[in-house]
């Protein structure tokens, strides 16, 4: 009976793997627009234009996608990227910035995330598609070094922790439609 209900697992797991993968990025392919709201601990600061254009590109090893991000307008600020398969299965891929920088980002469900450390600041930058027409796209981000850290105590027989948080510094938000 384990064996059975094991093997259906596995089938459930590989049938929810190809169809993610057949999905992604593919179902998020088009050109994304709206407005990227900026906001410190004071409120919003600044709003810009922003677009994502996800389209596929034809090539003979792997299949690529564009993941251009534009901010402005493209004389102002184009960047050029590759969404880059790496084990989609698994819901691995890279962004390839094209300039030698080249991140590893994660699908967990409908949010593709990518996490990294830049010139001392963490960020988070999370794209979500809510439905066929609208995509979240969010970015996070603060000074790598901790705010505080508590706990790395004994509380009777219970040894704590150290946890460790981290302030933010931006957030970022736009709801782009295509």
Sequence with gaps: MLCGQFLMAQKIEIAEAISSETEFPATWAGDWKGTLDIYSGKGKVQSVAMQLEIHPIDTSKEKRYTFGMVYGSKEQDWRPYELVP??????????????????????????????????????????????????????????????????????GEEDIPAVKTYPFSVFQRAILTR
């Design 86 to 155: 790496v084990a989609p299965e698994r819901g691995m891929w890279k962004v390839d910035e094209k300039n030698s920088i080249v991140m590893e980002s994660y699908l967990y469900g409908p949010k593709l995330l990518c996490w990294f450390v830049v010139e001392g600041s963490r960020i988070l930058c999370t794209y979500e598609k809510i439905d066929e027409h609208t995509l979240v796209f969010e970015v996070m981000s603060g000074p790598e070094k901790e705010a505080s850290t508590t706990g790395s105590a004994k509380q």
